[in-house]
């Protein structure tokens, strides 16, 4: 199974600052037929299903503000948040479709400082 | 934009089965790849199982395996998802997922589960 580790588990950023998101794979997630890594994020606020934000590790989601970008190949990506808004409070997950068990990384709780 | 409706959670004992829906609309439901993920409370995501377009390739996750048979039914545009065998550690929040750009672009809003007896 694909392992994959995010860190750090929570961070607080202040309001208009820049929040940074690492996710580590345990193998590569670069899919050779299409030339895309199979690597995912999401935000996910309480009481509400998972939103996702980006796709193939750095295409951003229809509707998904441009403060959020995704960067990275291979084993490692980084979730970026420039310009933190209140409402950017929530818990946040990276994912993998390259192989099953399609997994999650364990989530990274980001807090307003 | 497309919509995804989940239904058929509850309180169950352990040792029985329930089966769980998902109606989806908006969006062309027979070609899609369909996923299961859960949520035990307060944890993180746990993908359950996923159906090919024209369900003849399913695949789930070893923690289910055995006890969870994925399903669909394209002229209703429904996904199910029965469990048999209940356990307490069964508990969590389900939710369907639409596949697409090897990513989960549609979520329902999830079902609650609690196995208790």
């Known amino acids: 199974d694909i392992l994959l580790t995010q860190s750090p588990d929570s961070l607080a950023v202040s309001l208009g600052e820049r929040a940074t998101i690492n996710c580590k794979s345990s193998q590569s997630l670069l899919y050779r037929s299409t030339n895309q890594d199979y690597l995912s994020w999401y935000q996910q606020k309480p009481g509400q299903p998972p939103k996702l934000l980006i796709f193939?590790?750095?295409g951003r989601h229809s509707g998904v503000p441009d403060r959020f970008s995704g960067s990275g190949s291979g084993t490692d990506f980084t979730l970026t948040i420039t310009n933190l808004q209140a409402e950017d409070v929530a818990v946040y997950y990276c994912?993998?479709?390259?192989?099953?068990?399609?997994?999650f990384g364990q989530g990274t709780k980001l807090e307003i400082k | 934009q497309g919509q995804l409706v989940e239904s058929g959670g509850g309180v169950v004992q352990p040792g029985r089965s329930l089966k769980l829906s998902c109606a989806a609309s908006g969006f062309t439901f027979s070609t899609s790849v369909m996923h299961w993920v859960r949520q035990a409370p307060g944890k993180g995501l746990e993908w359950v199982a996923v159906i090919w377009s024209d369900g003849g390739t399913k695949y789930y996750a070893d923690s289910v395996k055995g006890r969870f048979t994925i399903s669909r039914d394209n002229s209703n545009n429904t996904l199910s998802l029965e469990i048999t065998g209940l356990r307490v550690e069964d508990t969590a929040v389900y939710y369907c997922a639409r596949a697409r750009v090897a990513a989960f672009d549609i979520w329902g809003q999830g079902t609650k589960l609690v196995v208790s007896s």
């Open positions: 994912h993998q479709y390259y192989s099953t068990p399609y997994t």
């Open positions: 193939w590790a750095s």
